[in-house]
């Protein structure tokens, strides 16, 4: 499997990005596909997740009612709508894909397969 992250850029505080993984190979063998940050200095960190069987998506805490995952099956491309960007969402952004178990969908022990990430910087 491979993945392809895009959408990143430069945008103000309460800006919106939509981030894109598009994913290609053996897609059959994603269940879950995860989008991860890494801010400078810092561990890479969930941000959400969606089940592209069911639909059901995750969020960490810090980007509830902000973030939003989607799917596009027909295109395998997932998608991670960011809406009222703070500065403290700056970093680069990765999405990730596995067969993780619910419990796992925030660890990144739980996916095997990782895009090559995009930053993501929101100016004060």
């Known amino acids: 499997v491979q993945l392809q992250a895009s959408g990143g850029g430069l945008v103000q505080t309460g800006g919106s990005l939509r981030l894109s993984c598009a994913a290609s190979?053996?897609?059959?063998?994603?269940?879950?596909v995860g989008w991860f940050r890494q801010a400078p200095g810092k561990e890479r960190e969930f941000v959400a997740a969606?089940?592209?069987?069911?639909?059901?998506?995750y969020y960490a805490d810090f980007v509830k009612d902000r973030f939003t995952a989607s799917k596009d099956n027909a295109k395998n491309t997932m998608h991670l709508q960011m809406n009222n960007l703070k500065p403290e969402d700056t970093a680069v952004y990765y999405c990730?894909?596995?067969?993780?178990?619910?419990?796992?969908?925030?660890?990144?022990?739980?996916?095997?397969?990782w895009g090559q990430g995009t930053k993501v910087t929101v100016s004060s």
């Open positions: 969606i089940h592209l069987l069911s639909g059901s998506t």
């Open positions: 990730a894909a596995g067969r993780p178990i619910t419990t796992s969908y925030g660890s990144r022990n739980g996916y095997n397969y």
């Open positions: 190979g053996r897609t059959l063998s994603m269940l879950v």
